[in-house]
């Protein structure tokens, strides 16, 4: 998938550039949200769609459509579907990301506008290789009746990479697929000499942030 003005981004690429940023909690969303049961789900069980907090359902298939596409499952491993990423976004537009709420509205709803335009079918029905096409004109510029296309296409993909590879608190990066898909062994608060040996390979412990004391969650008034 391509992005405005970037070149070619590999899936692998992609990985990279996520693992490296990979331990950060991404977003602070409103408290009182427990984190999400450990153990990585089944392909099925993490592709059923949590219910909305902020996002209406016709909103919601949209996105994860889109989320899907731009990190896909395939031999690799699983992708956003199964880190729920659109559920990060979701619960994150109630909270932290609550300023972007309008760009949601109006861009998916134009998205699924121009895939109705220029495929003749709303962007869900559409194939995966005519998602592909359609994303990619709208990354490009190419989608001239979707204004402002390219901005939201790059704040999708930010989001999209935050709730793969984000804290699994925030809703995202569920069962810790994301992590095991860029070899991310998690938060650690004591590291052995072993583990620091350059040839040892630590092994996933698959424990939020905020699993530790010493990490506070997120509150509100």
């Known amino acids: 998938m391509k992005s405005g003005n970037d070149d070619h981004i590999s899936r692998r690429e992609l990985l990279r550039r996520a693992g490296a940023v990979a331990f950060v909690p991404v977003a602070a969303v409103v408290s009182g949200r427990p984190a999400l049961a450990q153990g990585v789900p089944s392909a099925a069980a993490a592709a059923t769609r949590a219910p909305l907090e902020t996002l209406t359902s016709a909103e919601a298939a949209v996105l994860e459509a889109f989320c899907a596409r731009l990190i896909p499952t395939d031999e690799n491993g699983p992708g956003a579907t ?8 979701d619960r994150a537009l109630g909270g932290a990301l ?4 309008p760009a949601y509205a109006s861009g998916l709803a134009a998205l699924d ?3 109705r335009s220029s495929r003749g079918a ?3 029905a559409l194939s995966s290789a005519d998602q592909d096409r ?3 004109d709208v990354a490009s510029g190419l989608a001239t009746s979707f204004p402002g296309g390219v901005a939201f296409f790059n704040l999708v993909r930010t989001h999209t990479i935050e709730g793969t590879f984000g804290d699994p608190y ?9 992590w095991d898909l860029i070899g991310y062994p998690g938060v650690r608060t004591v590291v052995t000499a072993e583990e620091q040996r350059l040839e040892a390979g630590a092994k996933p412990n698959h424990k939020s942030a905020y699993d ?5 969650k997120a509150s509100t008034p």
């Open 113 to 115: 506008a121009y895939a």
């Open 122 to 124: 709303r962007f869900t």
């Open 98 to 101: 609550q300023s972007s709420r």
């Open 134 to 136: 359609v994303l990619e």
């Open 212 to 216: 530790y004391a010493m990490f506070t």
């Open 170 to 178: 925030y809703g995202g990066n569920v069962g810790f697929v994301g």
């Open 82 to 89: 199964e880190a729920r990423a659109a559920h990060y976004i």
